[in-house]
Each structure stands twice: as structure tokens, then as C-alpha cells.
């Protein structure tokens, strides 16, 4: 699969049939269903860009949800109207202020700034491994929330941002959501992903035969936070809303669920897990409510994960990719599992 | 600034310290023979303190028993928790157990939430624990020496334990190498139940003193003062229950300097500097101040 | 203490209430009134407030349903959708109210930012929602018309305070601590100062925490080496209060300490104890050491009811919420969101447990009474209540 023609030609169907069905949804679904299938598309986008860090180069990372909080607040902030920000944040310097950036510029920026944080905060915190770099990242979740609340000039404080455009819609969700999944796909079928799999399963090993160690896995860090920060623009711009809780550790923990529940390393494990995880939290919401027991929606699905992991611990697909995109494509191709 | 505003905040530090330390030898021990983070230990600690309002509010226990109940509960929960949780998928990626942790963990805060709600609920104390002694040029509460006390003496009989009973080396050989433990005849799986046990025993008994101090628990209290324990253990060098203790004071010292020394602006970012300080010590000593260097840390 | 078993049979009946309420009921022919309930149930520190507010609207529903309903017989359904303390959850929660087939109204939310998640699809379906607890008052300008207010806005009762503490205390130099991480604090700490050095007070001391401290040693040792301070002003959630309190005065502090409403909750007398919980003055919603009236009968209903006492004002507020929305509905006599919500903005004296609502002119934040609550021998005395000018 190197031939570029013959890669978008493997997406394109599934692509073109996937862009159909999404126009049918938005004329017969009611609000309330377009916006859970949006959120559906922009869990899919964190897990499976989760999945580069956590999944392909094996760094156990909990902080996308401090990446979603920086990338959808720099998005907020340059999506929102010149009046309304001159008036509300005081302290943005006037070069931000003065401007109203288009969506798609903004989103990216918003990404870019989220990988670099990443980079920044990667290069001291890549050094720690396994549980070390878990707690970490944990940490900079509180850290990031933490000036969230507590620079008011530039991000409202506690209040948050709200009343931003509601301009995210179907079409930009599962649009991120294709190109995330281009990518992770080519990554992880190049030269770079080979690289980050290797140092997945023998640091020492890869390192020796000339693998640039670190710079992979800042690499990979900054690759999952910038598709963080963009879901995190699109996030808020759905929700119309961005505050410094919005992205809680509970997040980052349902998205770690997701990854491993597809199995690490599995772009359409993690996939499948983000859509089927997103949509029994909603189906299970009615039973609870109308039990009234608030709360046993999430034992449920924790105890579904205790489960899964004891009877299933390498998750759905391992690494490995199912059949289903080739069947999809009906270009069924062998060798396209990694080993 | 006067010294005895400097030794006032000294001592805030040490009694939060104090609390730190006792959750995080838990976190030491479990990490130390699962090499498991466990996620759940902060709502054990919170266990820990209903058990002690249940014994002492409501059942109306003298308070030696109300501490023995509470060390039971602990004790109890966290064997269960192991037996549940943990105990079935041993072998498997150290990712597993650790995501395992946070669901026991959500299931444990939703249940109490379900039944017992999140409102905080008052924790009320003898009142010669609240008396005021005279120390120096400044005044401390009975409570706050009992908890410093109290979690020193904890540590000493458990550090004695390990160090000298014939369980405490078995626990120690098994935190060295699972297979070769289990070849010398150690049954493993006892040692890791008890190495559960202990650890939720003494966080639960840190949820009794929290509850004492501040006067006021809610089953979502563990969550930020568990991985402030972490960050302790981690700063001590986990695994060590003396480096736990250790980091536990530490970090209540320097996260109580950080707010009295600094100007005020900067109070709220004490959750932030604590974890950036636990980034900062990983990356200086990233076995923490006594912890040993024998693995690499994949 | 029963709490435990209370806790429980409240669950219980709460599960079978709301089965009751989303079964369509055996004798029930007439259409029901549909009103949604948006609050944060579980996960976090918002549901100590949103739990009684909640409570407290299931009982109005319930006495007015069990008096008869409103519009000849009909009776009013709640549907509640739990929040999670999650905005995300918020805002779906509020698309999925608002497709519900013949909503009239939301009601929930005692936090402004969650508010605002919430408050704008109402505004766009054109639905009134109204909030129980949520203070700022420039919420009905962020979101639009269809925006309602129950409690005062924390202007109102910042500057009550300020002034009580200026004039009527005597107070010139004060200290504020303020929960940085909550919308309402910050808010109330602003207004405060604003009032307070515009009489000529001055504030001698800033300090700020966030919601899930629980330690404030460090903050009480800078509070006692700080000279010429006069008072304590506690921007502070009910979660807090009760600590703050107790670790001001453990310390031996005996300077008065202020407050908001946040301080209403039976935290501030338990926690610190008969001896130590004195001195302190916060204000309330006007039903706080009121003993007859409306007052008096909502205690004793929702004692009965769930077995405890109400936790806090935000119990009141949620049945006043329940209320208003009832009195409007019935003032309009439909079901139409537009008739309700202009019926709402028409209030002129909806007389709640917390005081008489009335919205002024164009304005959706209700003019309502501040009662200013003293603490002391291990009870709530009612000092005395300001109106503000309207």
C-alpha cells in the first residue's frame, strides 16, 4: 500500500457510502441523535489519536484531556467575536483581539498549539515510563486546569467561555474524524510507525539499530495531542461552552477504556470501542433515570470493563486490524495486520 | 514574615504530612509487590472514614474500637477489591491493572453516591481532641499530635514487620521476584492479599484522621488527596515504605510552604505545583529520594 | 445518626417516584404537563447542591399533583436528566429535554457555568428555563428572554452584605478568601469588594482556594499573621463552609466571619461545633428563621417527605422554581412554552418560601428579599432583611 492512488482509492468508497449515510442522518434525525452521533465522532477522533501515543508507541498517556483543554480554548478564543472578546478578556493580547479567525483555521491552530504543549511538556516527561508517565500526565491535567481557572483575563476563569458559535456540525466532526483516521493509518502503516511499534515492544532493541528513541515518542505525543486539541476545538463549539472542567480526569479515563478495549495499537479497535462505549452510556441513561438510580450507569460500564479486561485482556483486536475496512473496500489485502 | 508564622506553616505542613504519608505507604506497598497503581486506594480512604462515623456516631463506639473497625473495613474493602479486581487478571499488561483500579474506583464512588449521596456529612470528635496546647511561641491542637503521633508509630510497627517477621520477608521476597518467591514455598497470593490488606487498613485509618481534623467527609474525598499520596510515594520512591512516609512529608511541607510562603495569588495553584513538583523530582531522581534503582522503570 | 437508612429509603422512594412519574399513570387521562429537571445528581461537588434543589422540585410537583394539578386536573411530569457534572452532559441533556413532546419548561442548575451550558438550546427551542440556584445575574443577558432567575442575583446580596458589615457592623478592614474555581465565588467576591470600598472599607487581605481543598492551615496561619484585619469575608460554597469555620476558629480567631449563601447549609453549625460556630453572618434567601408561612409548611413537607431536614436554601429554591413555573402556567392558562414564558416574565409577586419573586421590567432576575442569618449557640438567628431598591 506505498502507491498514494491506491491508498485513497481504499478509502475513498468507504468514504464516499460513509458521507451518504451522514447526509441521511441529518435530514431524519432529531437534534438530540445528530449531536450524540457527534460526540460519537469526536470520541472516535480522541480514541483512536489516543491510540498513536498509548496504542503504537506504547507511552501510557492520560493527559488528552488537558490537550482538548488548551486546543478548544485557543480555538474559542479565535472563533469568538472581536466585540465580545475585547469586552471579556482582558488581558488577550490585542494581535488575538482584534480578530476573528474562520472555523478551520482556528481548529488547527487550535491543534497546534495543543502539540506544542506537548513537545514542550513531552520532552522533560517522555523520559518516565509506564505508571510514571501516567500519573504525570495525569498532573497536567490539574496543572492545565488550574490556569484555566486562574488566568480570568484570558479564559473567563470558572465562568468559562460561553456562547460560543455553534458551528461544529456533522460534516466537520466526521470530516476531522476521516482525516485522523488517514492519518493514523498511514502512520502506522510507514516507516514512522514501524518505528514507534518497535519501540513499543523493545526500546533497547529499536535503539540500537538506530532508532531515534526519544524524538519518536515526542513525535507521537505531539500527533495524538494535536488531533486532541483539534476535538477539543469541536468539543466546544458543539457544547457551545468551554470551562476549565469541561475535560475531567474521567474523560481520559474513558478514553484510555476505549484504546484498550479495542485493543492497544488497534485503529479500528479503538474505534469500534469509542462508538459502541459513547452509545451504551446514552442507551443505559434511560434505565437509569427512570430507576432513579443516578450513578448506575457508570458502575455498569466499569464493571463491563473489569470483565472484559479479565476475560479479554488484550482487548477486541490487538493490535491487529480486522477485515471489516477491507471487506468495506472490497480490496481485501493480506498482509496489512503488523506483526 | 515573623518565625513563629514560619514554624506555625512548618507544622500545617507536617500534619498534612503526616496524612499524606499514611495513605501513601498503601500505594507503596501494593506498587511495591503488583507494581500496580491503585486507583481505588482514595476511596478506601474514604471507606475508612464512613467506617469511623458509622462506629462512632452511629453505633457509638468508645474510640480504640471505633479505630480497630475502621482498620477492619479498610482491611476488608481492599481484599475484596484484590480479590475482585486484581487477583483475576495478574499477569497481564501493568496498564490492565491500572485501568482495572479506576473502575473499581468509579464503581465504589457511584455506589456510595447512590446510596449514601454526595453530601458532605459532619464527622464530629471528642472534644479534648480539639483542644489547643501551648507550644512555644505558637498553639496546637490535640488532634494534630495525635495524627503526627499516630502515623509515626503506624510506620514503625510496620516497618518492624517486614523487616524482622517471617511474613514481613516473605512479603519482601515477593516484592523482589514474584517467581522466585513462589518457588521458596511463599504462597504469593496470600502475600499480595495482605499486602492489600495492610495498605487499605492504613488509608482507612488515614480517612479516621482526616475526618478528625477537618471535621467533615463526602465518599468523594478521596480522589484528590489519593493522588496527592501518589505523588508522595513517588517522590519517596515507591515501593519503600519509609520513602513513602518520607515523601508524604515532605510533600505536606512543601505544599504548605508553597501557599504560606508565596503571595496569596498563588494559593490556587497549589494543586498545579503539586504534580508539577512530582514531574520535577521524576526527572531529577526519578527513584525518588530512597528508592532503590534496580529496575528500569518500562 | 439514620442518615444511612434515610439515604437509602430515599433512593428508593426517589426510583419509585420518577417510575411513577415517566409510566403513564393508571388513573391519570388528562395530558400530563411535561417540565424537565436538569441537575447534576451524582459525580462531584455540585451535587450537594443540586440534589436538595432537586428534592425540594419533586416536592412541589408532588403536592400540587396530589392538590389536584394545575389547568383543571392536569397533573405535572418531571423528567430529570442527571448532568454528571460534565457540561457536555449538560448540553445534551438540554437537546434531549427540549425534543420532549410538549415541554413547557426546564428547570435545574445551581451553578452559572452549567447554567450557560444548558440555559442556550432552551433560548433556541424557545423553551423558558429557569434556574433554582444559579446567581449571576448576567445570565438572562448571556443567554436571552427565555432566561429566568429564582434566587437573587449575587450582586444583590453582595452589596446586602457589604453594607450590613460596613454599616451595621462597623466593619473597615476585611479579609477575603475566595474559591477560585467556582463562578459563583469569584462573582460574589467581586461584587462585595466593589460595594464594600465604595462605602470606604477596605480589604486588607486576598486569599484564594479551590473547591477540593480541604486543608486551609496555610491560609488561616497568613489570616492570623496579617495586623488590622476587621473581618473575614468567605466567598465559599456550602462544601467549604463548614471547614472554613471550624479552622478559622480553632486557630483562636474570634474575628466575624461573612458570607454568602453558600454558607447556608447545617455544615456551618456541625462541623465546627456549638462552641466554635459563632460569630458568623451570612446572607440567605428569606426563609431562613422564618417560622410560620410558606417557610414553615416547606420544612415540614419535605421532612416528611425525605426524613431529613432540607440541607440547604437550595432545597427552597428548587421547590420555588417548581412553584413559580406552576403559578406561571397556571396565570397563562396553556402549556405553550411562549404563553409561560411570557406569563414568567409577567411575575409580579409569586409568593415562594424564599421570598416574594417578582421580575422587574425587561429584567429576569427576580427583586427579592436578602435575609441576614447570624450563627451563634448552635443556632441560625435571623438577624434581619434588606431589600434592595429596585
Not at chain 1, 87 to 97: F, G, T, V
Not at chain 2, 94 to 118: D, H, K, P, R, Y
Request: overall charge neutral; glycine content about 10%.
Amino acid at each position: 500500500m506505498s502507491a498514494p492512488a491506491a491508498f485513497l482509492l481504499r478509502f475513498a468508497l468507504p468514504v464516499g457510502i460513509g458521507a451518504a449515510l451522514l447526509y441521511a442522518a441529518t435530514l431524519s434525525l432529531d437534534p438530540y441523535s445528530l449531536t450524540i452521533l457527534q460526540f460519537v465522532g469526536i470520541n472516535v477522533i480522541l480514541a483512536v489519536s489516543l491510540n498513536i501515543t498509548n496504542g503504537f508507541t506504547g507511552l501510557f498517556s492520560l493527559g488528552h484531556p488537558a490537550f482538548m483543554t488548551i486546543g478548544g480554548y485557543v480555538t474559542a478564543i479565535l472563533t469568538m467575536p472581536a466585540t465580545r472578546k475585547t469586552a471579556m478578556l482582558r488581558d488577550l493580547p490585542s494581535i488575538l483581539a482584534a480578530h476573528e479567525w474562520p472555523f478551520a483555521a482556528s481548529l488547527t491552530a487550535g491543534g497546534l498549539v495543543a502539540a506544542l504543549a506537548a513537545v514542550i511538556v513531552g520532552i522533560p516527561v517522555l523520559r518516565l515510563r509506564g505508571h510514571y508517565l501516567a500519573v504525570a500526565t495525569l498532573g497536567l491535567i490539574f496543572i492545565v486546569q488550574s490556569f484555566a481557572v486562574n488566568l480570568p483575563g484570558i479564559t473567563r476563569g470558572a465562568l468559562g467561555l460561553a456562547g460560543l458559535p455553534p458551528v461544529t456540525n456533522v460534516w466537520w466532526v466526521y470530516l476531522v474524524l476521516v482525516l485522523t483516521l488517514l492519518t493514523c493509518w498511514r502512520v502506522k502503516h510507514s516507516s514512522l510507525g514501524r518505528t514507534m511499534l518497535a519501540i513499543r515492544e523493545n526500546e533497547l532493541a529499536a535503539a540500537s539499530l538506530g532508532v531515534k528513541v526519544a524524538r519518536t515518542r515526542v513525535l507521537s505525543f505531539a500527533l495524538g495531542a494535536f488531533f486532541a486539541g483539534v476535538a477539543g476545538g469541536l468539543w466546544a463549539h458543539l457544547v457551545t461552552l468551554i470551562a476549565p472542567g469541561s475535560f475531567s480526569i474521567l474523560l481520559g479515563f474513558q478514553l484510555i477504556v476505549m484504546v484498550v478495549l479495542g485493543g492497544t495499537g488497534s485503529i479500528a479497535g479503538a474505534a469500534i470501542a469509542a462508538v459502541v462505549l459513547t452509545l451504551s452510556t446514552e442507551w443505559l441513561r434511560p434505565i437509569e433515570e427512570a430507576a432513579g438510580l443516578f450513578g448506575a450507569s457508570q458502575i455498569i460500564v466499569a464493571v463491563g470493563v473489569i470483565l472484559v479486561l479479565i476475560f479479554r485482556p488484550s482487548g477486541l483486536f490487538g493490535t491487529a486490524e480486522p477485515n471489516v475496512f477491507g471487506a468495506f473496500a472490497r480490496r481485501r489485502r493480506h498482509a496489512q495486520s503488523t506483526p | 514574615m515573623t518565625g513563629a508564622y514560619l514554624l506555625s506553616q512548618i507544622v500545617n505542613g507536617l500534619v498534612l504530612g503526616a496524612m499524606y504519608a499514611l495513605i501513601a505507604i498503601g500505594f507503596s506497598m501494593i506498587y511495591g509487590i503488583v507494581r500496580l497503581i491503585n486507583f481505588a486506594h482514595g476511596d478506601i480512604f474514604a471507606v475508612g472514614a464512613f467506617a469511623a462515623l458509622g462506629s462512632i456516631a452511629i453505633a457509638a463506639l468508645p474510640f480504640p474500637l471505633a479505630v480497630l473497625v475502621v482498620l477492619l473495613a479498610g482491611a476488608l474493602v481492599g481484599l475484596l477489591v484484590e480479590r475482585a479486581a486484581f487477583r483475576p487478571m495478574r499477569g497481564a499488561p501493568q496498564v490492565t491493572g491500572f485501568i482495572a483500579s479506576l473502575a473499581v474506583a468509579i464503581i465504589l464512588e457511584n455506589l456510595a453516591v447512590m446510596t449514601i449521596t454526595a453530601q458532605p456529612r459532619t464527622f464530629a470528635i471528642p472534644a479534648w481532641l480539639g483542644a489547643l496546647v501551648p507550644l512555644g511561641s505558637i498553639s496546637v491542637r490535640v488532634v494534630d499530635i495525635a495524627i503526627i503521633v499516630l502515623a509515626l508509630v503506624l510506620t514503625a510497627a510496620l516497618v518492624g514487620f517486614v523487616r524482622f517477621t517471617r511474613t514481613g520477608m516473605a512479603m519482601r521476597a515477593t516484592a523482589e521476584n514474584y517467581g522466585v518467591a513462589r518457588l521458596m514455598g511463599i504462597n504469593i497470593d496470600r502475600m499480595i492479599a495482605l499486602a492489600f490488606a495492610i495498605g487499605s487498613a492504613l488509608a482507612a485509618v488515614a480517612g479516621l484522621m482526616w475526618g478528625a481534623k477537618y471535621g467533615q467527609i463526602s465518599p468523594l474525598m478521596g480522589t484528590v488527596p489519593g493522588l496527592k499520596a501518589f505523588v508522595a510515594a513517588v517522590i519517596g520512591g515507591v515501593g519503600s515504605i519509609s520513602g513513602a512516609v518520607l515523601g508524604g512529608f515532605v510533600l505536606g511541607l512543601a505544599e504548605v510552604l508553597f501557599v504560606g510562603l508565596l503571595p496569596s495569588e498563588f494559593s490556587a495553584f497549589r494543586n498545579a505545583f503539586v504534580f508539577a513538583a512530582l514531574i520535577l523530582v521524576l526527572l531529577v531522581m526519578p527513584n525518588g529520594l530512597i528508592g532503590k534503582s534496580t529496575e528500569t522503570r518500562a | 445518626m439514620r442518615n444511612w437508612i434515610s439515604g437509602l429509603a430515599a433512593v428508593a422512594a426517589a426510583g419509585l417516584l420518577s417510575t411513577a412519574f415517566i409510566l403513564p399513570g393508571a388513573a391519570q387521562d388528562k395530558e400530563p404537563i411535561n417540565v424537565a429537571a436538569l441537575y447534576n445528581l451524582t459525580s462531584g461537588g455540585l451535587s450537594s447542591l443540586d440534589a436538595p434543589s432537586f428534592n425540594g422540585m419533586k416536592l412541589k410537583a408532588k403536592m400540587i399533583n396530589d392538590a389536584g394539578g394545575i389547568l383543571g386536573g392536569r397533573k405535572i411530569e418531571i423528567t430529570a436528566i442527571d448532568t454528571k457534572n460534565d457540561t457536555r452532559e449538560t448540553a445534551t441533556a438540554a437537546q434531549r429535554a427540549v425534543a420532549i413532546k410538549g415541554l413547557v419548561a426546564g428547570i435545574g442548575q445551581s451553578d452559572s457555568t452549567f447554567a450557560l451550558a444548558a440555559a442556550p438550546l432552551f433560548q433556541s427551542a424557545g423553551i423558558p428555563f429557569v434556574t433554582s440556584g444559579a446567581t449571576s445575574p448576567d445570565l438572562p443577558d448571556m443567554v436571552g428572554d427565555q432566561m429566568f432567575l429564582v434566587p437573587f442575583g449575587d450582586d444583590v446580596q453582595a452589596h446586602a452584605m457589604a453594607e450590613y458589615a460596613y454599616n451595621t457592623l462597623g466593619l473597615r478592614n476585611v479579609a477575603i478568601w475566595t474559591d477560585n474555581a467556582m463562578d459563583y465565588t469569584t462573582g460574589l467576591t467581586r461584587y462585595f469588594t466593589e460595594r464594600f470600598t465604595q462605602l470606604g472599607g477596605k480589604v486588607a487581605l486576598e486569599d484564594v482556594y479551590m473547591t477540593t481543598d480541604q486543608d486551609f492551615s496555610a491560609l488561616v496561619s497568613r489570616l492570623q499573621s496579617t495586623t488590622g484585619v476587621d473581618a473575614v469575608f468567605a466567598s465559599s460554597g456550602p462544601d467549604t463552609a463548614g471547614i472554613i469555620v471550624k479552622q478559622i476558629r480553632e486557630a483562636g480567631i474570634t474575628l466575624p466571619i461573612l458570607a454568602g449563601d453558600g454558607f447556608d447549609t447545617d455544615l456551618v453549625l456541625s462541623v465546627p461545633g456549638e462552641a466554635l460556630a459563632k460569630d458568623v453572618y451570612f446572607t440567605t434567601h428569606a426563609y431562613a428563621g422564618i417560622e410560620t408561612g410558606p417557610a414553615q409548611e416547606f420544612r415540614a413537607a419535605y421532612q416528611a417527605e425525605y426524613n431529613t431536614a432540607p440541607e440547604n436554601a437550595f432545597a427552597a429554591l428548587g421547590y420555588d422554581a417548581m412553584g413559580l413555573v406552576a403559578d406561571a402556567i397556571t396565570r397563562a392558562g396553556s402549556t405553550e412554552p411562549a404563553a409561560v414564558s411570557k406569563a414568567l416574565a409577567e411575575t409580579k409577586a409569586y409568593e415562594g418560601v424564599t421570598g416574594t419573586v417578582a421580575f422587574p421590567e425587561g429584567k429576569r432576575v427576580p427583586n427579592k428579599p436578602v435575609a441576614i442569618i447570624k450563627v451563634g449557640g448552635g443556632k441560625m438567628n435571623f438577624e434581619t432583611t434588606v431589600t434592595p431598591k429596585g
